[in-house]
């Protein structure tokens, strides 16, 4: 776009803007550096034509600390990563847009996201939501295409969501076919992962405490085909939370 389009766009009413956020690291042999980010970066187009608003660049890199044993993997510092955010949703919020919705593709971005969400809400009151994509699809991901009816169904989310697994191998293949190498493909249980996240606990691990082989999961069964699947049913929950807050967010309690 150029800015006069930016500009017709914000007279015409639009005020809402989807930012995507992905990371630069490894996701095992089969697994290509930028899955956070492509994902991230399909799942946020699809939102933007749903809620009928725009769509910024990527910001293709992250906090990728407890990969950085892996050769190729990039990393921001918690420091680094919050002021380019920051300073990327004020520049928007400086435009007019009054709605900015956060599609985040690399779990440990999310927290100075929010951080930096909260922080514009009491300045500018901006409204600003932060989404996780596959987070969206916790609860019934059970009821998903390619894993109802199938041994999949017996997984536990930490191994179907795992990093490098069947989801984000699966959404990487629908970003780009032909990208991934599934001829490389491992397994490996999401135990210690479990062990070291979960709703008691969290150990800051790296990547290499919890595999050899920088994935686990089983991304043996991934597809182009459920990817996009699994992205358009992230997307269609996601749309309707964001609206719910939106809505919410504009009644007094």
Not at 150 to 177: N, R, V
Not at 220 to 246: M, Q, T
Request: hydrophobic residues 40%.
């Amino acid at each position: 776009m150029t800015w006069v389009e930016v500009k017709q766009a914000l007279e015409s009413g639009i005020d809402t803007v989807v930012f995507p956020t992905g990371a630069i690291e490894q996701h095992g042999p089969h697994g290509v550096f930028g899955t956070d980010s492509y994902i991230a970066e399909i799942v946020a187009e699809n939102l933007s034509r749903r809620l009928g608003g725009l769509m910024t660049p990527l910001m293709p890199y992250g906090l990728s600390s407890s990969h950085m044993n892996f050769k190729g993997t990039i990393s921001l510092s918690p420091e680094t990563f919050s002021m380019f955010a920051r300073d990327v949703l004020s520049s928007l919020i400086h435009h007019g847009f009054k709605k900015i919705v956060v599609i985040n593709g690399n779990e440990p971005n999310y927290y100075p996201l929010i951080m930096v969400a909260r922080t514009l809400r009491e300045e500018t009151n901006a409204i600003i939501t932060v989404s996780n994509w596959f987070a969206a699809l916790q609860d019934g991901w059970k009821e998903l295409p390619g894993v109802k009816g199938t041994e999949k169904a017996q997984w536990k989310w930490p191994y179907f969501m795992s990093h490098g697994g069947i989801l984000e191998t699966s959404g990487t293949m629908a970003y780009k076919s032909g990208i991934v190498r599934l001829d490389l493909a491992t397994t490996y249980g999401s135990e210690r992962r479990e062990t070291f996240s979960n709703s008691a606990v969290s150990l800051p691990a790296r990547i290499d405490e919890v595999t050899p082989q920088g994935s686990y999961g089983d991304p043996r069964d991934s597809s182009e085909e459920l990817g996009r699947a699994w992205v358009d049913v992230a997307c269609e929950k996601i749309e309707e939370k964001v609206r719910a807050a939106w809505r919410m967010i504009e009644k007094k309690p």
